[in-house]
């Protein structure tokens, strides 16, 4: 099943790095066509409420609406005269756009069985109708996200490859839980599958009598991208009760084809690729104040991918957290967008990525706090070429890298591009500002590395590219995190100050902002010392519990004492050739469960290991899918992304050098590597209570 599931992404890749023309004729079969210039007349009144009593997936002359059905009364496609009394009963005239509710719905889990028609007319799709639905019961304190009660999902053995398509200007998605939307890589191929799909109609098919590109693809003025579509209050990749559906959705929102949209207060989670992406043209649209975590590890793994017509975008107020890549990830836009006061941390749980990785020029990123990050923080590519971004107040702290790294063009290593290079040594010459992003604007430099305390105050000074500001931080977590001061180079890009509210011990750095070119890497640290007084060794800084979000408050008992030492096994073993974990592994996992739910600050890295009997390739990616695995298990037990690390090490780590079925199955493991215990003393222990050797019935 994880194998399948990988090529639905990759195939994925495939289709996103064709050309726009390509992309869209290989979707001419999967699009909703057009509607004809003179549909046929309905009977109905221009705007309608449409009442769902019933969570059964049909379009049969009965007693009861179905939601196949109320989409398709709005799109005008069933007609009155097809509706029996007691169906017609549940339609009723209204102002404004269509409104399909839920509030005579008994059983609010609709199981499809086949994928819904698009929705082609402005509409409300409104799960906060049903009378279960509660305004105050969010899961998060930070942002408040109702649990829905209406659930769309696909019935037990049904395949199907998207949730909602939304193709008409006006569409509102409000208050629904979304998931298990997937499909076969050759059907993704052609199919973006995910919980929501947003993206324009079709044109008729018969284009004979164009010319090339347009014989492939017509665009005619009524085949615009889909408008203000909002999508609010849902749980996307989320059953009801919070927990990981054993079939995860593909994607999130795929905003295809979609201007001026409105993402906002959503808990996107859960998604094999990415929990938001765009494709082709999704300018001016607005993502904000959604909890975004724990999509990405079976494809695309960033949280929010952003690709095509972007102009406008803003990605603002969101919690982004324990996802398997990037939290927002730019791959060659087209305009500028603006990312601001997000909350970024525990990212990167999987590939070791940047924060925030840029491409294109003009680009605010500020006053968002970034934050236990397995890369640099935010990245900006060299390629193309990338300047004019300005990356300002925000708050960095346990940053793997640079908090600001600008990419070289000289470095051209996956891990350069992904992660970030390193810190670019100071250049002067004209050639620096087009090989590197942002112009390769210098980093400032401290004309020393300490500055003392004197009578309370402290005289900083330092040298930088001409007429720049200097932004000056205090360094907390070994990142830029509070703002101390703003500064202005002279025309030979000197620039000094005097502080009075720091303390021996402080550690220091700066950025430079030129508007031409875009903000530098930070400068080197330096320290504040008192000439008086001997500055104590500063202890390792105490990294936050990997929390995304607070639930509400509740009583709970306080836990017990640990005891002197708790022992846990070290891994679990599996069969030759195989992810799934066996039923005696699944206790052995189990145990762990418990201990993490115990002590929540505690988080885990799962490494993968195989034995040597297949090419390092094909090893290194079945250890993936076998800690995969696990941390799929323990996921699905409660416990949250952010606390969960997966990584593969393949044949590389072998237990012995002996090759024989018996130590082949000691190789096939999992192993459990225990961090932030604050104090809870934790013995692995090596176990073979579950080893599978091969040919013996296990």
């Not at 990142?479 to 703003?486: D, F, K, P, S, V």
């Amino acid at each position: 099943m994880k194998r399948r599931l990988t090529l639905v992404i990759l195939m994925m890749a495939e289709f996103l790095a064709l050309s726009l023309n390509e992309q869209l004729l290989t979707m001419a079969q999967t699009l909703p066509q057009a509607l004809p210039d003179n549909p046929a007349p309905s009977s109905l009144p221009s705007f309608l409420t449409i009442n769902v009593n019933s969570n059964r997936d049909d379009n049969l002359r009965d007693r009861e609406l179905t939601l196949r059905e109320a989409i398709l009364i709005a799109n005008g496609t069933l007609r009155t005269d097809q509706l029996t009394p007691a169906e017609l009963a549940q339609v009723l005239p209204r102002k404004g756009r269509h409104q399909i509710r839920f509030q005579n719905l008994e059983i609010p889990k609709i199981q499809l069985t086949s994928a819904l028609p698009p929705l082609l007319v402005p509409m409300e799709i409104d799960g906060t109708t049903h009378p279960a639905y509660k305004e105050e019961t969010s899961f998060a304190q930070e942002i408040p996200i109702p649990v829905p009660v209406v659930t769309i999902t696909p019935a037990a053995g049904a395949e199907i490859f998207r949730g909602l398509t939304i193709t008409s200007d006006d569409v509102l998605i409000r208050g629904l839980s979304i998931y298990g939307f997937s499909s076969r890589h050759f059907e993704t191929a052609v199919t973006p599958p995910g919980d929501i799909f947003i993206s324009h109609r079709l044109p008729p098919p018969d284009t004979t009598q164009q010319q090339q590109p347009a014989k492939d693809f017509s665009f005619y003025d009524r085949d615009h991208p889909a408008a203000r579509v909002t999508i609010e209050n849902n749980w996307l990749g989320v059953p009801p009760d919070g927990s990981m559906p054993s079939q995860p959705s593909a994607f999130g929102v795929y905003l295809f084809h979609g201007v001026e949209a409105n993402i906002r207060r959503n808990r996107i989670a859960n998604h094999e690729g990415s929990g938001i992406i765009t494709a082709v043209d999704t300018r001016n649209s607005v993502i904000q104040e959604n909890v975004i975590e724990g999509n990405g590890f079976d494809g695309m793994p960033d949280a929010i991918r952003l690709e095509g017509r972007i102009a406008g975008m803003q990605v603002r107020s969101n919690i982004i957290c324990g996802n398997a890549g990037s939290a927002v990830f730019l791959f060659k836009p087209e305009g500028a967008i603006e990312v601001q006061d997000n909350t970024v941390s525990f990212n990167a749980r999987f590939f070791r990525r940047s924060a925030i990785y840029l491409m294109g020029r003009g680009h605010i990123v500020s006053n968002n706090r970034i934050s236990n990050q397995a890369g640099s923080g935010v990245t900006v590519a060299a390629f193309p070429a990338s300047d004019r971004n300005l990356i300002r107040q925000n708050q960095f702290q346990f940053v793997e890298g640079l908090d600001i790294d600008l990419i070289s063009r000289r470095n051209v290593s996956e891990k350069d591009f992904r992660t970030g290079d390193g810190r670019n040594p100071k250049r002067d010459s004209h050639f620096r500002r087009v090989d590197t992003a942002n112009g390769a604007i210098d980093a400032p430099e401290f004309r020393a590395d300490r500055f003392h305390l004197i009578d309370g105050k402290v005289g900083i000074d330092g040298l930088a590219d001409p007429n720049t500001e200097i932004d000056l931080y205090r360094l907390r977590g070994g990142g830029l995190y509070e703002l101390l001061a703003t500064l202005k180079t002279d025309a030979k890009g000197n620039f000094s100050t005097s502080l009075d509210n720091l303390k021996a011990g402080d550690t220091l750095s700066a950025i430079a902002t030129d508007l031409e070119f875009g903000t530098s890497e930070p400068a080197r640290p330096v320290r504040i010392s008192d000439l008086n007084t001997t500055i104590p060794t500063a202890s390792p800084e105490t990294r936050s519990q990997p929390q995304c979000t607070t639930p509400p408050p509740v009583i709970v008992e306080t836990p017990p004492e640990p005891p002197a030492a708790l022992q846990l096994p070290r891994q679990v073993h599996f069969a030759l050739d195989e992810d799934i974990i066996s039923p005696v592994s699944a206790k052995i996992i189990d145990k762990f469960v418990v201990v993490l739910k115990q002590y929540p600050t505690i988080s885990v890295e799962l490494v993968g290991h195989t034995d040597p009997r297949a090419d390092d390739a094909y090893n290194l990616d079945l250890g993936l899918r076998r800690s995969r695995s696990v941390s799929n298990y323990l996921r699905r037990q409660g416990i949250s992304p952010e606390r969960i690390t997966i990584r593969t090490r393949g044949e590389r780590q072998r237990l012995t050098n002996q090759n024989n079925i018996t130590n082949y199955a000691r190789d096939r493991r999992v192993e459990f590597f225990l961090q932030n215990m604050q104090g809870v003393e934790i013995q692995l222990l090596d176990q073979q209570e579950d080893i599978q050797i091969e040919g013996k019935g296990n």
